[in-house]
């Protein structure tokens, strides 16, 4: 199978774990993409959505989904979204897309975070994938120089601008062993808007697309 079969068979997986009558939270990505395009069939079942960006937001809308504002939502019992890497542990990391901090901010109101992703995302040790870091861009070279101190290796995302109007660092070379200890060592540099870390708020069911049909990990 292609790695587009493999997301497709995740997204399709995934509806079974929308909950009748809710909001549904949605998240970022060609992963995600498949995800909406699978909400739609059951748009007439859901109260709406919540997206973690405004592309995200334009597709739902686009298939006569409701997207909401999280503001004026009390409760999300699920939230479904890709990842860039993820470990059996259900350590993630995001940001790939550049929507890492509506996705943390959703994950967060989210009781329950299920992770779609094709077999090649899932890794022994997070950090292959450059770490991306959301700064207020007058922070760049202060949150640069510190991530630098950490052993990391910043990059400019150049010509982006995410959902909030900030840029993206993404930083390789970092020994992410410690995967929360390194979120919440990041989540202090004064600049820093979000970290695509997802450790401390890991993802709870992990459908892993693989060529042996869909596996369902979930967090211990
Ligand atoms: C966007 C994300 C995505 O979930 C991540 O980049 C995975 O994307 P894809 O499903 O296209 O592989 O974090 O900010």
Redesign the pocket.
Known sequence: MTQDEL?AAVAREAVKHVVPDAIIGV???????LFIDELAKMRDRIQGAVA??VRSAERLAGHGIRVLDLNDVDDIPVYV????EVTAGLAMI???????TR?KIVAAVARRFVC???ES?LVDRLGRFPL?VEVIPMARAHVSRALVAMGGRPVLRAGFVTDNGNQILDVSGLVISDPAAVETEINQITGVVTV?LFARRGADVLLLGTSGGVRTLRAA
């Open positions: 997301k998240g970022t990505g060609s992963t995600a993409n973690s960006s979204d890709g990842a860039d995001k940001g790939g897309g550049g929507a890492l996705e779609i992703a094709d995302k991306p695509g």
